[in-house]
C-alpha cells in the first residue's frame, strides 16, 4: 500500500458586497473573497493539499491568476481537475479534513451541505470528508473580519 500525505493553506481578503463561496456552496454574507476565482479558500486549501500529497506543486502552478479563461472560475471545476489528477496517477482520496478560520458568519449551519457538495465533487463519500470552522477570537485579520483562511490535510491511498 502506498500512502500519501498532503497539507494545504489558502488565504483570501474579504471585500463588501462581493458573493462568499466556501466549501462550494454560497454563504449569505455581506462581504465575499477578492480573487481571481470564486475565491474558495476552502477549496482552494484542499486542491493544494491533493497537490501536495502528489508532489506536483500549487494551485497556482496549474490554474495561473493570470490565465484569463480562469476569470469567476467556479472553484469546484477546479476541484475536479486536481481530483482527475489523483485518480490518473492511480490513488484513491482516504479522506479530507478541513478547517475554514473566519470571525462571522456562523458556519455550522452550512458545514454539512459543504460535506456532500464536496465529496460529489470528489467521488467521495461524505464521511470522508471533514469541514470544520472556528474564530480566532478576533485576532488577526481572520478576527478583524479583513480576510478568511483555510486549511486541508488530505491522505491518498494505491493498493
Ligand atoms: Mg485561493
Excluded: W
Excluded at 2 to 13: C, L
Excluded at 30 to 41: E, F, P
Excluded at 53 to 63: E, N, P, R, T, Y
Amino acid at each position: 500500500m502506498d500512502i500519501r500525505v498532503g497539507q494545504g493553506y489558502d488565504v483570501h481578503s474579504l471585500g463588501e458586497g462581493l458573493r462568499l463561496v466556501l466549501g462550494g456552496i454560497e454563504v449569505p454574507h455581506t462581504k465575499g473573497c477578492i480573487a481571481h476565482s470564486d475565491g474558495d479558500v476552502a477549496i482552494h486549501a484542499i486542491c493544494d493539499a491533493l497537490l501536495g500529497a502528489l508532489a506536483l506543486g500549487d494551485i497556482g502552478k496549474l490554474f495561473p491568476d493570470n490565465d484569463p479563461t480562469l476569470k469567476g472560475i467556479d472553484s469546484k471545476i477546479l476541484l475536479r481537475k486536481v481530483c482527475q489528477e489523483v485518480t490518473d496517477r492511480g490513488y484513491s482520496i482516504s479522506n479530507v479534513d478541513c478547517t475554514i478560520a473566519m470571525q462571522r458568519p456562523k458556519l455550522r449551519p452550512y458545514i454539512d451541505t459543504m460535506r456532500e457538495v464536496l465529496a460529489e465533487q470528489m467521488g467521495i463519500t461524505a464521511d470522508r470528508v471533514s469541514m470544520k470552522a472556528t474564530t480566532t477570537e478576533r485576532l488577526g485579520f481572520e478576527g478583524r473580519e479583513e480576510g478568511v483562511s483555510a486549511m486541508a490535510v488530505v491522505l491518498i491511498c494505491k493498493e
